[in-house]
Structures are given as C-alpha cells and as structure tokens.
T-cell receptor, first 116, second 114 residues
Framework: AQSVTQLGSHVSVSEGALVLLRCNYS??????LFWYVQYPNQGLQLLLK??????LVKGINGFEAEFKKSETSFHLTKPSAHMSDAAEYFC??????????????FGQGTILTVHP | DGGITQSPKYLFRKEGQNVTLSCEQN?????MYWYRQDPGQGLRLIYY???????QKGDIAEGYSVSREKKESFPLTVTSAQKNPTAFYLC?????????????FGPGTRLTVL
C-alpha cells in the first residue's frame, strides 16, 4: 500500500520569498514521486518527477524537490516566489512494481497563495 | 499536437439522470484513468484501463461505469446510483512500459447536479 501526506492545506508567501511545500510518502517498494500543479478549473501539469536517479530533481518554472529516503520526504521548493506560482500543488506516489504498478496515489493538495 | 481532450467542460444534470463524460487521447498511450476531485480531498481513482477491452475498479467505482472499446477513448458514465456526483472529473493517460509511471491529464469536466 502507498500513501501521501501533504503538510499544510494552505501556504501563503510574499512575492520573492522562499516557497516550501511539504510531502511525505509511504510505500512498501521503492517509489516514483511526482509534483503536479493545478490552476483553477484546469487539469494537472507535471512540475517534476523522481525516478530513482538523482535525488535532487529540477523541474519547470524554477521548482525543485529533494528525495530523502531516510525521512520518506519529497518536499518542493522554489527560491523566489512569483505571483504566477499561485495555484494548487499535488504530491503523488507510484509504485515501481507489484499490483499497484502504474497507479498514482495523490496527497490532498496544498493551495499556494502569493502576496505582492 | 498530442494531448488529452475532455468534453464537455461544464455539465449540468438533473437528479436521477445518467450522464457520460468523454475522454479522448492521441498520445498513443496504452493506459487511461478517471479521477474525481473534491475540494481538500485530492484526486481519487474511479476506474482505470491498461489495455483495450479491459478495465479495473479504482477506489471509488460505485455509481460509475466505463468502457474501453478503442485505445484512444475511455468514456465515463455517471449513473443515477452515484449519490453525490457533483465534482470535477479528470481523465489521464500513461504510456505503458514507461520508466516513471508519469500520467498526462486532460483539462477536466465539471459536473453539477441540479
């Protein structure tokens, strides 16, 4: 079984400040991990993914995430927030094998607000 | 351009009516998925299909049905048995055999029951 917990349903930052969105996962096999972004009334867009290569993963729009196996975490960061980063962010885990192969399990989402 | 299309974008239904949501992809992906999204609950898997003419129930399949007669198409029917169908529905697809299990998403259909 696999699960994802996103700490904080709402995060608010000032423009130019550091963005940190937290994600912890549980998986019985080595996982693939993803961050997706969703703008209002739209589908999900992939920001970045971890596939067991480099533990520090760089994505689009200046975002990056670090896979920490010992902490079972995959937190999303961006050094300087922009107004256009305001959206909802989802962390997801997928199994690398077994009967859950190919299925994604999502966290509850974190809504990021950016203040001028 | 390759991608996933969902139609309609907005759908209104009276209680007791069945309604079908369309999902089409031209990415040549093998697997397709339907998710339901409610505020604060993330995405929950309704049904998925790994190949044509085969599909499996996800976590919340009750009150829904699907078919997979063509590789490109995976329509979802919301039946009158679904007690709370008002939600945002997302379709996704994945290339089987891919290294990362990455899924691509359509733009979604917002269903409102009046």
């Amino acid at each position: 079984a696999q699960s994802v917990t996103q700490l904080g349903s709402h995060v608010s930052v000032s423009e130019g400040a550091l963005v940190l969105l937290r994600c912890n996962y549980s998986s019985s096999v080595p996982p693939y991990l993803f961050w997706y972004v969703q703008y209002p009334n739209q589908g999900l867009q992939l920001l970045l993914k971890y596939t067991s290569a480099a533990t520090l993963v760089k994505g689009i729009n200046g975002f990056e995430a670090e896979f920490k196996k010992s902490e079972t975490s995959f937190h999303l960061t961006k050094p300087s927030a922009h107004m256009s980063d305001a959206a909802e962010y989802f962390c997801a885990v997928s199994s690398t094998g077994g009967t859950s192969y190919g299925k994604l399990t999502f966290g509850q989402g974190t809504i990021l607000t950016v203040h001028p | 351009d390759g991608g996933i299309t969902q139609s309609p974008k907005y759908l209104f239904r009276k209680e007791g009516q069945n309604v079908t949501l369309s999902c089409e992809q031209n990415l040549n992906h093998d697997a397709m998925y339907w998710y339901r999204q409610d505020p604060g609950q993330g995405l929950r898997l309704i049904y998925y299909s790994q190949i044509v003419n085969d599909f499996q129930k996800g976590d919340i399949a009750e009150g829904y049905s699907v078919s997979r007669e063509k590789k490109e198409s995976f329509p979802l029917t919301v039946t009158s048995a679904q007690k709370n169908p008002t939600a945002f529905y997302l379709c996704a697809s994945r290339l089987a055999g891919g290294r990362s299990n990455e899924q691509c998403f359509g733009p979604g259909t917002r269903l409102t029951v009046l």
